[in-house]
């Protein structure tokens, strides 16, 4: 028989042990949670929520929708998960945030050209016209807002949020970026039709990428800025 000194510090044990993996699990849920807000919201489409304010456009209050759904999610953060917003990439921003980010939005404005030139013209696949249209005619303080929620909000929730947390679900960095990059090119799907799968997905892979090497969100959003300022505010 064991002696009760032995028994004690078996139970002892025991008793941290389940703790620790209550403690594991009680992450995991959490995390999972924060996933399905992050991740799941922008599939729906937040704009769906928009509600019908006398004088408010829709474009307006759906813009406004975005926006609650990134504080929503960064008060998880803080509030819920109890961590700081370094967590998901938030850095001082340095003059290589601002180099780093420039440099990816001409990478990425280079290659959308080459894309329609020699993808898009070669194999006749047809663009969302009507989409750009739309975009084209409305007023420029919709648009410079569209393109800083843009920046900002999709950032947090694809590349910041998304890949920090899957990263730590999966235990590979590699395989969050390519879940969160398929995640972000279909979210375009609603607005844009299919072929925009494409562009995001091109464009999403350089941002994947750059966060993945800098971990420092504030360059991917200037990248992400600048690459829909010129798509966006340039267009005539």
């Known amino acids: 028989m064991a002696p009760d000194g032995d028994m004690t ?3 002892s044990l025991s008793i941290v042990g389940a703790s620790e993996f209550g403690a594991a699990m009680t992450r995991r849920i959490i995390t999972i949670i924060g996933l399905l807000l992050a991740l799941g919201m922008p599939l729906v489409g937040p ?5 019908a304010i006398a004088g408010v456009p829709h474009a307006v209050a759906a813009e406004i929708c975005w926006w609650i759904l ?3 999610v960064l008060g998880y953060v803080l509030v819920v998960e109890r961590r ?3 967590s998901i990439g938030f850095r001082r921003p340095t003059w290589r945030t601002f180099a780093s980010g420039a440099g990816a939005a001409v990478v990425v404005v280079i290659g959308m050209g ?5 993808v898009f013209a070669k194999l006749h696949i047809q663009y969302n016209a009507a989409a750009v249209h ?3 005619a409305m007023p420029f303080g919709l648009k410079l807002a569209m393109v800083t929620r843009a ?5 947090i929730l694809f590349r910041g949020y998304g890949i920090e947390r899957l990263a730590e679900l999966t235990g590979s960095r590699w ?6 990059l398929a995640v972000f090119a279909y979210a375009h799907i609603t607005f844009w039709g299919w072929t925009q799968i494409i562009i995001a997905g091109a464009a999403g892979l350089v941002l994947t990428m750059l966060y993945l090497w800098r971990r420092d969100l504030g360059s991917n959003i200037v990248a992400h800025w600048l690459v829909d300022g010129v798509g966006l505010l340039l267009r005539a």
């Open 9 to 11: 510090a078996g139970l």
């Open 84 to 86: 700081t917003l370094g």
């Open 114 to 118: 080459l894309l329609l030139q020699f």
């Open 151 to 155: 920046a900002f909000v999709e950032e």
């Open 47 to 51: 704009s769906r929520f928009a509600p």
């Open 134 to 136: 739309k975009l084209g």
């Open 175 to 180: 395989l969050a970026g390519a879940i969160t």
């Open 70 to 72: 990134a504080l929503v």
